[in-house]
């Protein structure tokens, strides 16, 4: 993946470049379960949409972060 954006990033005319696990007009998503902080699992887990982004990605797509901070390798 690091390769990709290297080669993305120097094309002609590209400012930034950022990658996710899916494209995301096209409506695709994927769903993790989690557990509580009691560790309690099972068939009615609580379940969170997922898309893995690269580090760059909300400041590519001019996404504030509200609260908190992004994530870092």
Do not use: K, N, W, Y
């Not at 494209?23 to 998503?29: D, E, I, K, N």
Request: glycine share 6%; aromatic share 6%.
């Amino acid at each position: 993946m690091d390769q990709l954006q290297e080669t993305l990033q120097a094309l002609p005319g590209v400012q930034e470049v950022a990658l996710s696990s899916a494209s995301l007009l096209a409506g695709h998503r994927s769903a993790t379960a989690f557990s509580r902080p009691t560790g309690e699992t099972g068939p009615h887990s609580p379940m969170a949409d997922c898309l893995d982004v690269s580090e760059a990605f909300f400041e590519t797509m001019h996404i504030p972060i509200l609260r908190g901070r992004v994530f870092r390798r």
